[in-house]
């Protein structure tokens, strides 16, 4: 399998994981909490969505390193040390820049709320 071809396969298969989170961003936030994840705000390898990816993208032999940016996520593979650099959906974008100000504290690692919360400005 060449590189270019594997980037290729790497970039579909987490951009079709990111998308399968939800259609807006309170969607995304339920889709982890029913999986159980749990991230570190404004920390690019550990926030919930590098948490989520790494659970299964991170579980591939290839995969060395998940970090998620405002904009996109940086994909480093093992040996040759390679990076596959792939956009976030615009609802996953929105969903990271509400968490990491602080919308759902459900899924902050270590957070000692558990129970269903309100969604930011519904009623």
């Known amino acids: 399998m060449s590189h270019s071809f594997a980037s290729r ?7 079709a994981l990111l998308e399968s989170l939800g259609n807006s961003p309170s969607s995304v936030a339920g889709s982890l909490a029913t999986l159980g994840i749990t991230g570190a705000q404004r920390d ?3 926030c919930v969505i ?3 990816l790494s659970a299964i993208v991170g579980a591939e032999r ?3 390193r998940i970090e998620v940016f405002r904009r996109v996520v940086v994909v480093t593979r093992r040996s040759p040390a390679r990076w596959t650099i792939v956009k976030l959906p615009e ?3 929105l ?3 509400a968490f990491d100000s602080g919308l759902y504290p459900s899924l902050v690692r270590g957070s000692e709320r558990h129970a269903e919360e309100p969604v930011p400005g519904a009623s």
């Open 44 to 46: 690019p390898g550990s």
């Open 62 to 64: 290839r995969v060395e």
């Open 91 to 93: 609802t996953v974008r």
């Open 9 to 15: 396969s790497l970039r579909h298969e987490t951009r």
């Open 95 to 97: 969903f990271v820049a």
């Open 50 to 52: 590098a948490g989520f």
